[in-house]
């Protein structure tokens, strides 16, 4: 690549009385005339490279290092007594002259200034940075994040200070669902929080296939709450049962695909339109967690001969089911309020006398509602083979019907984990076997209306 030198000189005037007063300069500038892309600024710290403490101005500049100190010399171009001569440069910063030998060049100082520069950009700092830990307990099937502070949050509020907290949403799956919020920190750029929400029922799979959205939202009392910044995690990258630490900057959300054969005006409309039907397949596609504990209790035989056995253990004297309903665990929201009241039935079908029905207790206003309630079914073990165990989550509506969250089915005709549970159960009677289930929208044979 060919460079020219532009070279100014300005000649010393007199001072006339009248005239204005004029400063001798006698300066070279050389300019890069090349195509291609805009090459950075040279700063004057290129022409003082930064030398390392324990680097020797002894050692020599090798062969490279001189042409690229020479190619930054301003004189450098030999036009009006350049390098060559040596003698009209001897004034001049020259990057060779001022490393003295040194061993850093001066293209490598301006590598790493470079470098820094690249990094330090308006849209990776301008929102601020987020600060949080995720640990994932296998055990549990429990995800921990503990939303620690941000730095340096964009100002939202006319005080230019703004009333942050952190919403974490899991992608996919129903927004209201699954969303946890932290607590507001008022009149802040930089809030601490240490506050840890917890997800309960992720399964391995989850863990593989789900994205932890943590966004970062003013709170605003007059109007609605403002969007400040968010990211996104893939779950994969969290180890089980190891604590992964988090130090990121705020990003804007992704843009929707709009449709270019749509004008400027209806695009948005459309937008919108798409990103409701995405959260609506969203949340037809997961109702939510549940947690069940199956155990066959084998028949009890009355060694003592006295046919004493307690009320409660009489029951199940001749052996059979045992449904253990625990929890459930970010369940659709299906009032108005954003909660749900829901409660759990469970069948044993085919049930032809219509007396397999059990109910939990109706707990309010909750999307992770904790029942711990255990239900007997007095089978023999060889009839429990054509057996069908479907539980259901309802949503309760006073003075009218019930609304259909989701539900499970569990025996030999099922697939998947269902299946895995329910043959776990088989095999090993007298043990408590533990499963998360996801609930589904809808159940063959079943009716979704009470």
């Given at each position: 690549?060919?460079?020219?030198?532009?070279?100014?000189?300005?000649?010393?005037?007199?001072?006339?009385?009248?005239?204005?007063?004029?400063?001798?300069?006698?300066?070279?500038?050389?300019?890069?005339?090349?195509?291609?892309?805009?090459?950075?600024?040279?700063?004057?710290?290129?022409?003082?490279?930064?030398?390392?403490?324990?680097?020797?101005?002894?050692?020599?500049?090798?062969?490279?290092?001189?042409?690229?100190?020479?190619?930054?010399?301003?004189?450098?171009?030999?036009?009006?007594?350049?390098?060559?001569?040596?003698?009209?440069?001897?004034?001049?910063?020259?990057?060779?002259?001022?490393?003295?030998?040194?061993?850093?060049?001066?293209?490598?100082?301006?590598?790493?200034?470079?470098?820094?520069?690249?990094?330090?950009?308006?849209?990776?700092?301008?929102?601020?940075?987020?600060?949080?830990?995720l640990l994932y307990e296998k055990a549990t099937s429990s995800l921990h994040c503990t939303v620690l502070r941000a730095k340096g949050l964009k100002p939202m509020d006319f005080n230019?200070?703004?009333?942050?907290?952190?919403?974490?949403?899991?992608?996919?799956?129903?927004?209201?669902?699954?969303?946890?919020?932290?607590?507001?920190?008022?009149?802040?750029?930089?809030?601490?929080?240490?506050?840890?929400?917890?997800?309960?029922?992720?399964?391995?799979?989850?863990?593989?296939?789900?994205?932890l959205r943590v966004s970062v939202c003013d709170e605003d009392k007059l109007t609605h709450n403002e969007f400040i910044g968010e990211s996104r995690v893939a779950l994969r990258r969290?180890?089980?049962?190891?604590?992964?630490?988090?130090?990121?900057?705020?990003?804007?959300?992704?843009?929707?695909?709009?449709?270019?054969?749509?004008?400027?005006?209806?695009?948005?409309?459309?937008?919108?339109?798409?990103?409701?039907?995405?959260?609506?397949?969203?949340?037809?596609?997961?109702?939510?967690?549940?947690?069940?504990?199956?155990?066959?209790?084998?028949?009890?035989?009355?060694?003592?001969?006295?046919?004493?056995?307690?009320?409660?253990?009489?029951?199940?004297?001749?052996?059979?089911?045992?449904?253990?309903?625990?929890?459930?665990?970010?369940?659709?929201?299906?009032?108005?309020?954003?909660?749900?009241?829901?409660?759990?039935?469970?069948?044993?079908?085919?049930?032809?006398?219509?007396?397999?029905?059990?109910?939990?207790?109706?707990?309010?206003?909750?999307?992770?509602?904790?029942?711990?309630?255990?239900?007997?079914?007095?089978?023999?073990?060889?009839?429990?083979?054509?057996?069908?165990?479907?539980?259901?989550?309802?949503?309760?509506?006073?003075?009218?019907?019930?609304?259909?969250?989701?539900?499970?089915?569990?025996?030999?005709?099922?697939?998947?984990?269902?299946?895995?549970?329910?043959?776990?159960?088989?095999?090993?009677?007298?043990?408590?076997?533990?499963?998360?289930?996801t609930l589904t929208n809808e159940l063959p044979g079943s009716t979704t209306h009470e």
């Open positions: 690549m060919k460079s020219f030198t532009l070279v100014l000189s300005l000649s010393p005037m007199t001072v006339r009385k009248g005239k204005r007063l004029a400063i001798s300069i006698q300066e070279h500038m050389a300019i890069d005339v090349c195509p291609g892309p805009i090459r950075p600024i040279r700063q004057i710290s290129a022409y003082f490279p930064r030398l390392s403490p324990t680097s020797s101005f002894s050692e020599p500049l090798s062969p490279n290092q001189v042409a690229d100190a020479s190619a930054l010399s301003p004189g450098s171009a030999g036009h009006g007594g350049g390098a060559a001569g040596g003698s009209g440069t001897s004034g001049l910063l020259s990057p060779a002259a001022a490393a003295g030998g040194g061993s850093l060049s001066a293209m490598s100082s301006m590598d790493t200034s470079i470098e820094i520069d690249s990094c330090d950009s308006d849209d990776n700092t301008s929102l601020g940075t987020l600060e949080f830990d230019g200070l703004a009333d942050p907290y952190v919403k974490l949403h899991l992608l996919p799956g129903a927004c209201k669902a699954n969303k946890l919020k932290t607590k507001i920190v008022r009149n802040t750029l930089n809030p601490v929080w240490n506050e840890t929400l917890t997800y309960c029922g992720i399964t391995e799979e989850d863990m593989y296939r789900k994205t969290v180890k089980p049962d190891q604590t992964k630490h988090f130090n990121i900057c705020l990003e804007h959300p992704p843009p929707l695909p709009s449709p270019t054969a749509m004008s400027t005006a209806l695009r948005g409309i459309s937008c919108y339109l798409r990103e409701w039907e995405t959260e609506q397949q969203r949340s037809l596609e997961e109702r939510g967690r549940l947690l069940l504990c199956l155990q066959y209790l084998p028949p009890v035989d009355d060694d003592d001969g006295d046919g004493k056995v307690e009320a409660k253990e009489k029951e199940r004297a001749r052996g059979g089911l045992c449904v253990g309903v625990k929890r459930c665990a970010h369940l659709a929201a299906m009032d108005v309020n954003g909660y749900s009241d829901p409660y759990v039935k469970t069948y044993l079908k085919p049930d032809i006398q219509k007396k397999s029905k059990h109910k939990t207790a109706v707990l309010k206003k909750t999307l992770n509602p904790e029942f711990n309630e255990e239900f007997f079914y007095e089978i023999s073990f060889s009839e429990l083979a054509t057996k069908t165990l479907e539980v259901t989550v309802w949503d309760y509506d006073l003075g009218k019907s019930n609304d259909f969250i989701g539900g499970v089915s569990l025996g030999c005709h099922s697939q998947g984990d269902t299946l895995q549970h329910w043959i776990d159960c088989l095999k090993n009677k007298g043990k408590k076997v533990e499963r998360w289930h």
